[in-house]
């Protein structure tokens, strides 16, 4: 039998053929009674159609109802399926969610850790101009020191130097008044 694929879906398949199904009884190969369903699983609702020559009523609503057994049984199974399926669908959609988030978040890592190491450059960058700046300042704090010494040194030599001239003056003074004082 074909499965006719354009009616696959919730509902029941649709055959686009008869299934026949056939039994032997048990006895001989030549003698065997043999019987003989035609299943429609299409739009006739199940009909069975049955050759039995020679096979009583009850044993064909035996295998009958092996068959509408078997038939829930697959029923079962393909309910089984489908919800196995919207599991599955539902797992599917709960883990695209997870990994939109998951990748959300290590987006936002990354931008973190992007945004860390340049403030990493920027505080080595700025550690570097304060070093610069401490030594450009011990530097001009000894060459102040030096200004002060040599301003220091300068103020003595002139101290000293006025006090030779005053020396002097006083000096030349006591002699100018001496030869003045002489007439």
Same mark, same amino acid.
């Given at each position: 039998a074909k499965l006719d694929q354009s009616r696959v879906g919730p509902g029941p398949a649709v055959y686009e053929e008869p299934l026949t199904v056939s039994t032997s009884s048990g006895r001989g190969a030549n003698g065997g009674a043999? +019987?003989?369903w035609n299943l429609?699983?299409?739009g006739d609702n199940g009909a069975v159609d049955h050759d039995s020559p020679g096979e009583s009523g009850a044993a064909t609503h035996f295998n009958m109802d092996r068959l509408?057994?078997?038939l829930k049984q697959r029923d079962g199974e393909l309910s !089984?399926? +489908?919800s196995q399926i919207r599991q599955l669908e539902a797992e599917r959609l709960r883990l695209a969610e997870e990994l939109v988030a998951l990748t !959300? +978040?290590?987006d936002k890592s990354e931008e973190a850790t992007r945004k860390a190491d340049q403030a990493l450059k920027e505080l080595a960058n700025l550690k570097l101009r304060h070093t610069s700046a =401490?030594? =450009?300042?011990g530097e001009r704090d000894e060459e102040l020191e030096e200004v002060r010494a040599d301003l220091q040194d300068m103020k003595s030599m002139y101290k000293d130097q006025i006090d030779v %001239?005053?020396? +002097? %003056?006083?000096?030349v003074g006591v002699s100018a008044s001496e030869a003045m004082a002489k007439p």
């Open positions: 043999t +019987k003989t429609s699983m299409g509408n057994s078997t !089984s399926c +489908k !959300s +978040k290590a =401490l030594e =450009l300042m %001239l005053l020396n +002097k %003056l006083e000096a």
